[in-house]
């Protein structure tokens, strides 16, 4: 029974013989008044159960006694009944001498115990008296009991800290001693050993392609650099950037991997951390490696010299280009040995090796400038340089990809090399890996293809001016695999295949399938004027559509003889954004490196776009007409088909594998986007014939394109792009600086004359397809074509007389304009020449480029203003209408499908995007 208000709760254990025999005694003397009481019929004392107590023989009485049914009456009663016993205690007497006086008296009864049965209180060693607590005992209030409870769940806690925070200290000191045991950091030499194997590039078929060797570039010198012969430029530039307490740390900073684990950025590397990892290979970001790697460092620095550090890791890192070591790193770039280097050229390597590929400065110049001005910086901070030194050092000039040391391969075997590099970096595969055990990577390169690419280059560049460059890449449609790649093998070493150009008219493309996804047709009319004004800027024609078309120039006319006008106008309407769009969905990446494509330096993209006002590389073209080739599936390009071993034994590894991945694709242009490809290839194969450029028995859709340099009468570049079912080919043709070209007659190329796309470029073009394709059937394009807007050409409305007056102005401005080259303006960036003109009949000699020659393919006017193409229904029912709704922005009145409230000199309406139909 728990104790009542007032009460104390008794205390835990067993009594002490004392009390035991005091409380004995006091039971009696209490057991004796109470009969007593109850004899005299007084009312029951405060020891008397209720109901008073049993009698002999009931439950809870005395049992009989020797066979009687009565029970012998207790010992104190029968002593007070014989007068032996002390008896009541009168007042003022003395208390009895059983029970002596206390401070506390029993609030219970107590039951006497045996001497014999005392045992001694046990207290645990973990006792504790709070563990006890009662949460009935009613003398603890409400709010002590909450503080109670806190005080032993924070106890707890607090218990369990400690016992964490040893085992967190404990922890790692142990498996640190373990580990400290255990591992070891390589020598650079048996790294290097490791690094010294050789990987086999093939091309598609298995034949070997070129060999990635070692040592860099060269055959060249393997020698290991001793730690005096290292430049103290060199020296000082890594510590400054890379480590600047090398000298003094216990090879790993403690205060670098805090922060590095505390921000998420930076390695918190040192010297000696970085040489531990490329000793290992491993690069993972777990915290395993990480302190495996850190305990190396330590133990390294324990049993090693800092110059001996520093010398196995600048003969272990790796300096781009693929090359590993300080000799190798200074003979591919600069072509000298590492102790000739000048101050410059150490600090170049110094910031280069943080990440190689990342700064190579022929992918990355402005990213390699800035991280060697950071050295710099870094040398004036660590007191190496002062600020004047520093002002006077300038970023060096390095050599050219393939220049370095003697590598006794075509500079075109360099780029591709690079590409491959560049791939599998893209895809987290390790160089170091690969070499490491000696893998294959089986390219995409089709061998046949790429000899005959080089071949055609160098043939139709014989002859040619010296500063005259081109680039040539092609793209298999149906997987994206790039099938050759010449980015030119001149001296300079740049990749032209993989060099940002303006692509003039060869963009036109774009803006076609731009309005197709809004329902504007082929057979639309766009403004065909000889000048047109967007928004204060005026765009101008020279090559032209067919006299009398003035605001009615179908998309068919306009590509056909490559007006400008007219792709301005659709440009406006559907919006320069839309156009980039189109284009970026095709293939055209978003981004190369840190740029974005196809908007100016403030992020806008202009109406100009129409003519290829934006930058754009030979590999991307190829690309984003492969989409319209392939119905409308993009595909990314890829070089590598197969990285790994080639055997099936154990312990063959394989890192990529293209033909477990398929080759799906992606919708380039939405849901209709087969019909979009579709229709921008009907706009494309008349374009090849009408420049002489088509090839006999095969369908084939093409664009050039020229750009125009600054605002002279001069060309800097020429484009041909254009497709079969079964390839897509990009050629551009320029030079390394921008400037007015001119091409010479020579066996490829009949005349001497300005560059245009339709000249070296086309002839480049077409010779190639011609090869590539000889021992290939002939494959159409598809004839289900789904009808987008008006596809067939319409009738055009004649334009009202002009006046007597004006129409002498018109003839004396035609007599002006005969022979007049196209892109005059400085924004025409076309190359085309009309089919037919109001200038003299081609066959009298002129000279006009854009009259079209003799070509028989060229269509001649009938009597009247138009050609027939142009002029008959050609069976399109008024324009093809019966496809659909009428477009956005369609009159019948006038059969245009332009936005009518720009004619006649109105103010330009504001460029906008079209909404995409529903």
């Not at 309407?573 to 196809?598: C, D, N, R, W, Y």
Request: proline letters at 9%; glycine letters at 12%; one cysteine or more.
């Amino acid at each position: 029974m728990p104790p009542q208000n007032g009460e104390r709760r008794p205390r835990q254990g067993g009594p002490s013989p004392l009390g035991a025999a005091a409380a004995g005694a006091a039971l009696g003397a209490a057991g004796g008044a109470a009969v007593a009481g109850m004899n005299a019929g007084a009312p029951p004392g405060p020891g008397t159960p209720p109901g008073g107590v049993p009698g002999v023989g009931s439950p809870g009485g005395p049992g009989p006694v020797n066979g009687s049914s009565e029970l012998p009456p207790p010992a104190h009663t029968q002593a007070l009944r014989q007068g032996t016993g002390p008896g009541p205690r009168r007042p003022g007497e003395q208390p009895t001498p059983m029970m002596q006086p206390s401070d506390e008296q029993p609030t219970t009864q107590i039951e006497p115990q045996l001497l014999t049965h005392h045992e001694p209180v046990r207290i645990d060693d973990d006792y504790d008296e709070d563990d006890y607590y009662d949460e009935d005992d009613a003398e603890e209030s409400p709010e002590a009991v909450k503080k109670a409870k806190r005080k032993k769940i924070w106890r707890r806690v607090r218990r369990t800290c400690y016992v964490m925070t040893g085992l967190a200290i404990l922890t790692p000191v142990v498996a640190f001693a373990i580990g400290y045991q255990m591992w070891d950091a390589p020598s650079p030499e048996q790294i290097l050993a490791n690094l010294d194997k050789t990987v086999t590039v093939t091309y598609a078929d298995g034949s070997e392609m070129l060999r990635i060797v070692p040592n860099g570039e060269g055959e060249g010198d393997r020698r290991f650099l001793s730690y005096e012969d290292i430049p103290e430029d060199f020296y000082n530039g890594v510590t400054a950037t890379e480590d600047p307490s090398f000298e003094n740390n216990m090879g790993f900073s403690p205060v670098g991997i805090v922060r590095a684990a505390v921000t998420g950025t930076g390695g918190g590397s040192t010297i000696t951390q970085q040489y531990v990892k490329l000793s290992t290979g491993n690069d993972d970001g777990t915290y395993a490696r990480k302190f495996e790697e850190v305990v190396k460092a330590f133990k390294l620095t324990q049993e090693e010299s800092k110059p001996y550090i520093f010398e196995s890791y600048a003969n272990l890192t790796s300096f781009g280009r693929n090359t590993y070591g300080l000799e190798a790193g200074a003979q591919t770039w600069f072509g000298k040995s590492a102790p000739e280097l000048e101050l410059n050229e150490s600090l170049f390597l110094a910031g280069i090796l943080n990440a190689p590929s990342h700064y190579d400065p022929d992918n990355n110049r402005e990213g390699m400038e800035a991280r060697f001005d950071y050295v710099v910086n870094k040398m004036v901070e660590r007191e190496h340089l002062s600020q004047a030194e520093a002002d006077a050092v300038e970023f060096p000039d390095y050599l050219p990809r393939g220049a370095g040391g003697n590598t006794g391969r075509s500079i075109t075997d360099v780029h591709l090399q690079q590409q491959i590099e560049n791939e599998l970096a893209g895809r987290n595969i390790s160089m170091d890996e690969v070499r490491r055990q000696g893998m294959v990577i089986r390219t995409s390169i089709d061998k046949a293809a790429q000899e005959h690419s080089e071949a055609v280059m160098a043939e139709h560049f014989a002859g040619q001016p010296d500063e005259l460059r081109g680039a040539m890449v092609a793209v298999d449609p149906a997987t994206g695999a790039v099938r050759a790649y010449n980015g030119g093998e001149w001296s300079s070493g740049i990749d032209f295949a993989a060099s940002m150009q303006p692509p003039g008219s060869s963009f036109k493309p774009f803006v076609v399938a731009a309005g197709l996804q809004r329902d504007q047709g082929i057979g639309e009319f766009y403004d065909g004027r000889e000048t047109i004004d967007i928004e204060g800027t005026v765009f101008s024609n020279t090559a032209q559509c067919p006299t009398g078309a003035n605001e009615h120039c179908s998309v068919r006319n306009a590509m056909l003889v490559s007006a400008n006008t007219p792709f301005i106008d659709m440009a406006h309407q559907f919006g320069p954004s839309s156009v980039a769009e189109t284009a970026h969905a095709a293939g055209i990446p978003e981004q190369i490196g840190e740029t974005k494509t196809l908007v100016n330096s403030e992020g806008f993209t202009a109406a100009g776009i129409a003519l290829g006002q934006y930058e754009v590389r030979t590999i991307d073209m190829a690309v984003a007409y492969a989409s319209f080739a392939n119905g409308g599936i993009h595909h990314e390009p890829y070089f590598v088909e197969f990285v790994g071993h080639e055997g099936d034994g154990p312990d063959d590894v394989v890192l990529l594998d293209r033909a477990n991945e398929g080759h799906e694709g992606e919708q380039a242009f939405g849901p209709r986007s087969k019909a979009v490809a579709d229709n921008v290839t009907e706009v494309l194969k008349p374009v090849a014939a009408h420049t002489s450029h088509d090839l006999p028995g095969r369908e084939v859709a093409a664009k050039t394109g020229t750009h125009q340099f600054g605002q002279s009468a001069g060309n800097q570049a020429g484009w041909m792009v254009g497709y079969t079912p079964q390839i897509s080919v990009a050629v551009w043709v320029g030079s390394e600086v921008p400037a007015a070209l001119t091409v010479n007659a020579t066996a490829t190329n009949p005349a001497t004359e300005q560059l245009w796309g339709r000249n070296v470029p086309a002839f480049a073009w077409k010779a190639f397809m011609e090869g590539y394709l000889a021992d290939k059937d002939a494959v159409g394009f598809p004839t289900d074509i789904e009808r987008i807007g008006i596809f067939d050409e319409q009738p055009r409305p004649r334009p009202p007389e002009p006046p007597e007056g004006d129409r002498d102005r018109d003839r004396d401005r035609d007599e002006d304009d005969e022979g007049r080259d196209e892109d005059e303006d400085g924004r025409d960036e076309d190359d085309e020449e009309p089919g037919w003109s109001d200038s003299p009949d081609p066959g009298d000699g002129s000279t006009d480029p854009g009259d079209g020659g003799t070509d028989p393919s060229s269509p001649t006017p009938p009597d009247g203003n138009c050609p027939p193409w142009a002029c008959e229904d050609n069976g399109g029912g008024g324009g093809g209408g019966g496809d659909g709704p009428p477009p956005w922005g369609f009159t019948p009145e006038t059969g245009s499908g332009r936005d009518t409230s720009s004619r006649g000199g109105a103010d330009p309406v504001p460029t906008r995007d079209v909404p995409l139909p529903d």
